[in-house]
Structures are given as structure tokens and as C-alpha cells.
């Protein structure tokens, strides 16, 4: 934008005249958020209900030096240590680092018959363990009754 030289007219000028309002309408309809997605290289985008799909944010994904040293905390998130290293915010789907898989669900780690068997095997342990501590309690009984 020319602003033009102090004193002159050859820039941005206003002279006094009448105001008229233009109704050339270049643009769309006001929207409101319907929806978000986000893309595999970390653009979150809003879809509004006037068919708009707009970027709005750039999620960034967080790599540091040793992923041991991250301390677990409160709602499967973790907070930086000592021993964690230098922490780089990088953009999604470059370089080193992995895309973002929007919409999946994380699948469990867990084989749930293993577990009810490994459950079931700890029950009846448990119960070997008191019904065995229960016989040598009646046991030492016995004994202490028969050395009267």
C-alpha cells in the first residue's frame, strides 16, 4: 500500500463527498461450527453449516530425547523431568516424526481371556492359601488340646 509523500496527493487521499454503502456481496453466509476433523499432518479443521471447511489449528507433536524419563500423570498424559531431554514441537507427518490418526480408537493392549484366566488362577490360590492357613491353625489346635 503507497501512502504517498508527506504533503502530497499522489498516495491514500480522502476528499469530503457523499457516502454511499455497496451492496457487492463477495464472500459467504455467516456459519456457525458444526463439526471439527483433523488430517493426518495435524490440521485441525472447522466445518461450519454454511459449507465452509476452514484450518484453524496446527496440532503439534511433542518429541524428547529420552521417553523414559517422561513422569506419568493424571488423565494418560505425562510432564517433562531432568532426565527427559530437550522437548522440540514439530509438525506432524515430517521428519522424524509419525501422522496423526484422527477418529481411530485406541484398541486395548490386553487379551481379556488371558486375563480372566490369570484372574481365575490368583482366585484359586488365594483360596488354596486360606483353606491351608485355616487346616494348620486347626491343626496347631489339635495340638495344644492333646499336650493338656
Avoid: C, H, W
Avoid at 37 to 53: H, K, P, T
Avoid at 79 to 99: D, I, K, P
Wanted: proline share 2%; charged share 20%; no cysteine.
Amino acid at each position: 500500500m503507497e501512502l504517498g509523500a508527506p504533503g502530497t496527493f499522489d498516495g491514500i487521499t480522502q476528499f469530503a463527498g457523499d457516502f454511499s454503502l455497496s451492496f457487492d456481496r463477495d464472500g459467504s453466509s455467516a456459519g456457525e461450527l458444526v463439526r471439527s476433523e483433523i488430517s493426518a499432518d495435524g490440521v485441525l479443521f472447522g466445518i461450519f453449516d454454511n459449507g465452509m471447511r476452514r484450518a484453524l489449528y496446527e496440532i503439534p507433536v511433542a518429541i524428547v530425547e529420552n521417553p523414559n524419563g517422561l513422569i506419568a500423570a493424571k488423565g494418560n498424559a505425562y510432564n517433562l523431568s531432568g532426565e527427559t531431554g530437550s522437548f522440540n514441537a514439530l509438525q506432524a507427518n515430517s521428519s522424524t516424526v509419525g501422522a496423526l490418526n484422527a477418529g481411530a480408537l485406541e484398541g486395548s493392549n490386553v487379551d481379556i481371556a488371558q486375563e480372566m484366566t490369570d484372574l481365575i488362577k490368583a482366585q484359586r490360590a488365594f483360596s488354596t492359601n486360606a483353606k491351608v492357613i485355616t487346616t494348620v491353625d486347626e491343626l496347631m489346635d489339635e495340638t495344644a488340646r492333646l499336650k493338656r
